[in-house]
């Protein structure tokens, strides 16, 4: 009858030699990493610590993590089938749903070709749990096509959950994060100017009198991406 709670200890400068250690439970970071919390605050030094600084102390390699679980399980990449499949993550503003479907439906040459598969939140199924679904399939993601607008900048989700991930990811190298500019909006006064958008910066999408060849741009675009 006794629960037992894996604990991780924290490998930060005041704690690495200490007797008493703060701890985490192991199964709070692999919530927060899933949730794109990183990193976390220690209690001796008051040092925030990145998570995956604290899991690689115990053997844990999280770019070698394909997926985790809720209860904080995971699977390492060389643990699953290999299927070269490319995951494409939609990040947009419900708002901007109709864009969204038609460069989706634009994309389906290119994803028979290259075996790619795109995810965009209207696939989540009833009964799950919608926020970490979105986050899941966020982890899991190899480019994240951020779908720019006044909306996608005044989501708070977006900023506040979906970004921090995606950014993390980009910055370990395991996800690549492509805007496109949807609508005039202030878009390059974010962190997301940092990276080369699809379309450019001076056209975005509606503004295009035939929107047909944006979307044709879209497709070369992320082609070069995939093959290069």
Not at 134 to 148: F, G, P, R, W
Not at 156 to 183: A, F, N, Q, S
Not at 200 to 221: C, H, R, S, W
């Amino acid at each position: 009858g006794i629960e037992v709670e894996k604990v991780v200890p924290c490998p930060c400068e005041d704690c690495k030699d200490s007797d008493d250690p703060t701890l985490f439970y192991y199964k709070k970071l692999m919530t927060w990493i899933l949730r794109g919390n990183n990193p976390i605050r220690c209690n001796e030094s008051q040092e925030d610590i990145n998570i995956n600084f604290i899991l690689g102390h115990i053997g844990i390699n999280m770019s070698k993590v394909s997926h985790i679980n809720r209860e904080g399980i995971f699977m390492l990449k060389d643990e699953i089938p290999h299927t070269n499949q490319l995951k494409i993550f939609f990040s947009y503003s419900k708002k901007d749903k109709e864009l969204r479907d038609k460069i989706d439906g634009f994309l389906a040459t290119l994803k028979n070709n290259h075996n790619i598969e795109t995810w965009h939140d209207r696939q989540i199924i009833p009964g799950e749990i919608w926020d970490d679904k979105i986050k899941s399939e966020l982890h899991d993601a190899n480019i994240v096509l951020c779908l720019v607008s006044s909306d996608f900048l005044n989501t708070k989700y977006i900023m506040d959950e979906e970004l921090p991930i995606m950014l993390e990811r980009e910055k370990e190298g395991l996800t690549r994060v492509i805007p496109v500019i949807l609508r005039p909006c202030p878009w390059e006064d974010t962190i997301l100017a940092k990276f080369q958008a699809l379309l450019g910066k001076d056209k975005p999408l509606t503004l295009y009198d035939d929107q047909d060849v944006a979307f044709m741009e879209i497709y070369n675009g992320l082609k070069r991406v995939i093959e290069t």
